[in-house]
């Protein structure tokens, strides 16, 4: 079973920064997208960012040009950089793995909480 393990989160003020891991329990290089989803009290899940093998990346538009998602393969990790935080990025933020075998599976991790506030 893929099990995945964020951290990272914590309570920093606006204009601030924090970076998120996810550790994943497989050789990353087999998992076809590592996602970024976000979930505010009261609001839907949104998906942050998605990298992929192919070394492409997407970002939500109101991420774009502040957060930055990126590998360490031989850790078996993916971070999320997040840059100029605003109270609007709070949310519990989950690490998603999509991986292809015999199908598309999906293995989520159980959440990190980031808090922008003065």
């Known amino acids: 079973q893929v099990q995945l393990v964020e951290s990272g989160g914590g309570l920093v003020q606006p204009g601030g920064s924090l970076r998120l891991a996810c550790a994943v329990s497989s050789s990353i290089n087999r998992v076809q997208a590592l996602s970024w989803y976000r979930q505010a009290p009261g609001k839907q899940r949104e998906r942050v960012s998605s990298?992929?093998?192919?070394?492409?990346?997407t970002y939500a538009d109101s991420v774009e040009g502040r957060f930055t998602t990126s590998r360490d393969n031989a850790k078996n990790t993916v971070y999320l950089q997040m840059n100029s935080l605003e109270p609007e990025d709070t949310a519990v933020y989950y690490c998603?793995?999509?991986?292809?075998?015999?199908?598309?599976?999906?293995?989520w991790g159980q959440g990190t909480q980031v808090t922008v506030s003065s």
């Open positions: 998603n793995a999509q991986i292809f075998t015999d199908r598309w599976r999906d293995y």
């Open positions: 990298s992929y093998n192919n070394g492409h990346s």
